[in-house]
């Protein structure tokens, strides 16, 4: 695809919008993206936060992490903290919080200060060294965030750097295919191509964010070439959850025929 083509895409959870192919620059993809997300990123994208991984898939059903107390867990991309909440109230012993935002850590630190919870937290990109204890975790978890990376065998890598051996890594992220389909009139149709990989910009509420569309092999690829092996991965919306929500939507008309979340569990050899 030409650089600046314009094309339709869904943009992570939500509808369609218009996309502008661009070149990959990684400080100014960092620049971009933590402006949107310290001005506009909840109020126009949501949050995403456990107990749900994303649309229709959530922890209690799929019971990925089991029981967490005692165990030393740091998120990346914790946005506005109800996750690491969630792991604190599971008696979670250390709480680690990562994000590319400052507004986000501010309000992370905020919300979990209100619920008598404490987490160490840094704001950094995540594909960068920033001064995260090695071989220290015995979880490491990204709900919704790890797509927004610049290097994602790097991120892998740094990732795997944090963990134990024998640690685990959970991560969700918009599946692929939901980003190349969208529903016209009761009939999905293509409108991107899943191969394609290139960066491009979106304009949302006055704010621009820029992401790229990554191929599930490409997850599985970098998550073999850090050294983690995959234990498990849904792509199945939980029927219970989108008959529970009475979800009429294009979107949840969607959800019933093709995966629009993916979420992976991995340990570090």
């Known amino acids: 695809m030409d650089k ?3 094309y339709k895409t869904n943009i992570i959870g939500g509808g369609e919008v218009d996309a502008v192919t661009v070149d990959m620059d990684k400080n100014v993809v960092h620049s971009t993206n933590s402006l949107f997300w310290d001005t506009k990123g909840n109020d126009v994208l949501g949050a995403t936060s456990l107990p749900f991984y994303g ?11 089991g029981d967490v107390s005692g165990k030393k867990m740091l998120e990346i991309g914790c946005g506005s903290g109800q996750s690491l909440q969630y792991q604190g109230e599971r008696q979670a012993s250390e709480l680690w919080g990562m994000d590319l935002s400052e507004n986000q850590i501010e309000k992370t630190r905020q919300h979990l200060t209100a619920c008598g919870l404490s987490a160490n937290l840094i704001c950094s990109p995540m594909e960068e ?3 995260l204890p ?31 051996k024998d640690g685990v890594f959970i991560f969700s992220w918009s599946h692929p295919i939901h980003k190349c389909v969208v529903a016209e009139n009761n ?5 991107k191509c899943y191969f394609d990989e290139s960066w491009y910009s979106v304009s949302l509420d006055e704010s621009t964010l820029t992401l790229s569309d ?3 092999s490409t997850y599985v690829n970098a998550l073999s070439k850090a050294g983690f092996v995959i234990e498990q991965m849904i792509e199945q919306s ?9 979800d009429n939507s294009d ?3 969607k959800a019933k025929m093709l995966p629009v979340t993916f979420v992976i569990k991995a340990r570090k050899r």
């Open 187 to 191: 009939v999905l149709v293509f409108k």
């Open 238 to 246: 939980d029927d219970e959850i989108m008959q529970s929500r009475d």
């Open 55 to 65: 649309a229709f898939v959530s922890e209690e059903k799929c019971q990925l992490f």
């Open 214 to 216: 990554r191929k599930l």
């Open 251 to 253: 979107f949840a008309k």
């Open 4 to 6: 600046n083509s314009v």
């Open 129 to 131: 060294e920033c001064g």
């Open 134 to 164: 090695v071989d220290y975790f015995d979880f490491v978890y990204s709900i919704y965030a790890i797509g927004w990376t610049t290097d994602l065998e790097g991120t892998f890598c740094r990732i795997a750097s944090y963990l134990k």
